[in-house]
C-alpha cells in the first residue's frame, strides 16, 4: 500500500466511524418515535409480510436480518421459519436493540435473537436468508455489501430488500419533494447541503444495492409499493 492509499484508507475509516457514532446517537434518540411508526404506520404491516413471503423461507430455515433496528419485521420472519427455525436480528445501535429485545421478550419467542454488530462486517458467518429493509440507503458502499450479504448465504440461499426511494410513477411524483424532506429529517448527521444531495444518495444506493442483489440471484421477484416509494427486491442466490 502506498502513503496515499493508506491516507485514504484512514481518511475512510474516520468518516464512517463519523457515520457510525451519528447513526447510533440518532436512532438511540429516536427509537422510541421509530419504533411506533415502525410498527403502525398504515400499510407498513402488508408490506413487511409481502417483502417476508418474497423471501420464500421454509420451516426450519435462519434467516439473519441485517440493520433489523427495534424488530418490527421479527414476527413476519418468524411466522414463516415456524419455532424450529431460527431470526436473527443485527444492528449496530443499542437504543434500537433495547426494544427489540423487549418486543422478543414481550412475545416469548425463544428462536429469535438480537446481536449488536455491523451488518457491513455480520457477526453471522451462515444463514438461509438475509433481509434488510430500509437500511441500503445507510450503506456507504451498498453493492459490495450486498454482494458479502449473497456470500453469506451461498448458492440456493436468499436475499431480500425492501426499501424507500423517490417514486417515478405518475400517482408519486408529486409527492417526492415531501418524500425528500422526510428523507433529510431523518439523516442521522445533516448538513444544509445534504437538503438536496440527501434523497439523490438514497436513491443511488437503493439502486445500487438492488442491482447487485439482481446481479446475484436467479428467479428475482421486484415490485413496487406505496406510490412508487416502496421498492422491494428479493431472489436466490445463484
Ligand atoms: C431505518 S432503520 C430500519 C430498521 C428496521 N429494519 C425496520 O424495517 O424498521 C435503520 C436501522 O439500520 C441500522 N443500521 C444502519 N447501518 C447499519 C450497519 N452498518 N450495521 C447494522 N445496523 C445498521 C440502524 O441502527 C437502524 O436501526
Not at 463519523?18 to 438511540?28: E, L, N, P
Not at 415531501?178 to 439523516?187: E, P, R, S
Request: proline share 5%; aromatic share 6%.
Amino acid at each position: 500500500m502506498t502513503d496515499g492509499e493508506g491516507d485514504h484508507r484512514e481518511a475512510t475509516d474516520a468518516a464512517a466511524a463519523d457515520g457510525v457514532a451519528a447513526t447510533q446517537s440518532f436512532y438511540s434518540r429516536w427509537a422510541q418515535l421509530y419504533d411506533a411508526l415502525a410498527s403502525h404506520t398504515p400499510g407498513i404491516g402488508g408490506l413487511r409480510a409481502r417483502a417476508a413471503d418474497r423471501l420464500q423461507l421454509s420451516t426450519g430455515d435462519t434467516v439473519v436480518e441485517m440493520g433489523c433496528g427495534t424488530g418490527a419485521n421479527f414476527s413476519y420472519l418468524r411466522e414463516r421459519v415456524g419455532p424450529e427455525g431460527a431470526v436473527v436480528g443485527v444492528d449496530l445501535t443499542p437504543g434500537m436493540l433495547g426494544p427489540a429485545r423487549a418486543r422478543i421478550n414481550r412475545a416469548g419467542w425463544a428462536n429469535v435473537h438480537v446481536v449488536a454488530g455491523d451488518a457491513t462486517r455480520p457477526p453471522v458467518t451462515d444463514a438461509d436468508a438475509v433481509f434488510a429493509s430500509f437500511v441500503s440507503g445507510m450503506l456507504g458502499e451498498p453493492a459490495t455489501v450486498v454482494d458479502d450479504w449473497a456470500d453469506l448465504v451461498g448458492p440456493g440461499g436468499r436475499v431480500g430488500l425492501l426499501d424507500l426511494a423517490r417514486s417515478t410513477s405518475t400517482l408519486g411524483r408529486p409527492v417526492n419533494a415531501l418524500f425528500a424532506g422526510l428523507v433529510f429529517a431523518g439523516l442521522p448527521s445533516k448538513r444544509p447541503a445534504d437538503a438536496l444531495a440527501a434523497p439523490r444518495t438514497l436513491d443511488a444506493r437503493v439502486v445500487a444495492a438492488q442491482r447487485a442483489l439482481r446481479d446475484r440471484c436467479r428467479d428475482v421477484t421486484y415490485s413496487t409499493h406505496a406510490l412508487g416509494f416502496a421498492r422491494l427486491a428479493a431472489g436466490t442466490v445463484k
